[in-house]
């Protein structure tokens, strides 16, 4: 099981930048899919959470109405839509999952249990 991150970069105040996470070894499909991030020094936090077992989702209050999650399982790639960009947003983001087992976005954080290596994404002037 792989997921790879990738999209992330410099951008000024305001900007956008769009995350994609690339599965690969299972089906994304039957599983549930979250973002994370990272930022220096801090602990890990959610950011958004998309599952095809329950149709459960979430996304953090921090990002509510500027960033959007996606998936295309089609292409086994889930997405993450990142606009009006903040300093406080630089992270390395990564993407998760709780492959094999199928559980709800609400589950508890040890559930997920695949990480990619994230992508770095760094808002500054």
């Known amino acids: 099981v792989q997921l790879q991150a990738s999209g992330g970069g410099s951008v000024q105040p305001g900007g956008s930048l769009r995350l994609s996470c690339a599965a690969s070894?299972?089906?994304?499909?039957?599983?549930?899919i979250a973002w994370f991030r990272q930022a220096p020094g801090k602990k890990r936090e959610g950011v958004s959470c998309?599952?095809?077992?329950?149709?459960?989702?979430w996304t953090a209050d921090y990002v509510k109405g500027r960033f959007t999650m996606s998936r295309d399982d089609a292409k086994n790639t889930a997405y993450l839509q990142m606009d009006y960009l903040k300093p406080e947003d630089t992270a390395v983001y990564y993407c998760?999952?709780?492959?094999?087992?199928?559980?709800?976005?609400?589950?508890?954080?040890?559930?997920?249990?695949?990480w990619g290596p994230g992508t770095l994404v760094t808002v500054s002037s």
């Open positions: 998309m599952s095809n077992s329950d149709s459960s989702s």
């Open positions: 998760t999952t709780q492959y094999p087992y199928i559980h709800s976005c609400f589950s508890d954080y040890e559930t997920f249990r695949s």
């Open positions: 070894g299972f089906t994304t499909r039957r599983y549930t």
